[in-house]
């Protein structure tokens, strides 16, 4: 069952023996509280896979003569069709309408901005934080916010003098600051991702974990055929969250060497150095056990000099278990605007790998001349 402010939610398949069961319930809840069910307020929703004969039985069993047939509970699709972008349609729906009350004439350059970035931008937020909407939806809504942003007068098509790309580049590189929407829609999932990582006893993640990763390794799910599109866009959160994830030290038992990410700079957090034939595996095994500290000689043996200064800075806490924490925040806690930050930049620099750059220090070698922190 699921509880809300003002709603109980009874979840049972369609056959006599759950029937049953909750008018068993019911009864014993009425018994013991007093209180009486009214049946006349109440509504059952079948999914669409039960034919007429098992709906018809169900409500005559359970005596409830209402079938509820909204779309949506809590302004969230209930049910997900093969076409997602269908499904979310109403997103793009409830943007173009709030759009078409503005008058672009009466608005400056700077109130438009403003409608856009607390009004346009945020109407899909809810959606995003539990479902991974199509990049095609998020742009074609963006493509609505060019031709408002654009435009002088309703039902105009003006001239689009700069692509959104630059429109959406932040500030202090130039940019307007609108969101890449579905970069912001990966890091909200990303955040379900981050509560299920650092809550693992929370009911939701043990529910999700009994069914989806037993073995409790979530940084490491795939997405596999038969799950739901809920659990589908959490594994990609989860992907989109790894790109700031890092392990902090403590003993080093469940750190891979090679292939996690330990250091505390650079992209990857990971050595630059090549394994070759090593059998080390695990950070423990480069902990001295009877001083507590980094093997010094041992590490400089195997590591190129670049990881031997970055693995002798990091400080060894002996009796404390790995923690993985969020890289871009002092404190190692995960925000949704940094989680966008890391998935924009990384954007920025496959393009920039695209075009034949070979190094990520050409990413400020091409940041344009005019910046708003300049002003």
């Not at 009874?10 to 209180?35: F, P």
């Not at 009350?101 to 809810?126: F, H, R």
């Not at 959606?127 to 942003?149: Q, V």
């Amino acid at each position: 069952h699921l509880l809300f402010a003002d709603d109980s939610l009874l979840l049972l398949k369609t056959d006599d023996q759950s029937a049953n069961r909750v008018q068993h319930i019911l009864s014993l809840y009425e018994d013991c509280s007093g209180q009486i069910i009214n049946k006349e307020k109440s509504s059952i929703m079948f999914s669409k896979n039960a034919r007429n004969a098992e709906k018809q039985h169900m409500m005559s069993a359970l005596e409830i003569n209402v079938e509820a047939r909204t779309e949506k509970y809590l302004g969230l699709p209930l049910y997900m069709g093969r076409s997602k972008e269908k499904t979310f349609t109403y997103l793009k729906d409830r943007v173009w309408k709030r759009i078409q009350g503005w008058k672009e004439k009466l608005l400056s350059k700077a109130g438009k901005e403003i409608l856009i970035k607390a009004v346009a931008q945020a109407i899909p937020s809810y959606a995003m934080s539990c479902f991974d909407l199509t990049k095609t939806l998020c742009d074609d809504i963006m493509t609505m916010i060019c031709r408002f942003w654009w435009a002088q007068q309703e039902k105009e098509n003006k001239m689009h003098w700069l692509s959104k790309g630059k429109l959406c580049t932040r500030k202090e590189n130039g940019g307007l600051g609108f969101r890449v929407l579905h970069l912001f829609n990966l890091a909200m999932l990303a955040r379900q991702g981050w509560r299920l990582l650092t809550n693992p006893e929370s009911l939701r993640a043990q529910v999700l974990r009994a069914k989806y990763f037993p073995d409790g390794n979530l940084v490491d799910v795939r997405e596999k055929p038969g799950i739901s599109y809920s659990w589908r866009s959490i594994v990609r959160g989860v992907h989109a969250l790894k790109k700031g994830l890092i392990w902090r030290v403590g003993d080093g038992t469940q750190i891979d060497i090679w292939s996690d990410p330990w250091l505390p700079d650079g992209i990857t957090r990971r050595p630059v150095t090549p394994r070759g034939h090593t059998l080390l595996r695990r950070v423990s095994e480069l902990i001295d056990p009877v001083s507590g500290y980094w093997d010094r000689a041992l590490i400089q043996s195997v590591f190129l000099e670049e990881d031997v200064a970055r693995i002798l800075c990091i400080p060894v806490k002996q009796g404390m278990e790995d923690l993985l924490a969020w890289h871009y925040d002092k404190k190692g806690v995960f925000s949704v605007k940094s989680a966008y930050h890391v998935l924009d930049d990384g954007k920025t620099r496959d393009k920039i790998r695209q075009q034949g750059e070979s190094s990520s220090s050409s990413l400020s070698s091409r940041s344009p001349c005019f910046k708003w922190k300049s002003v």
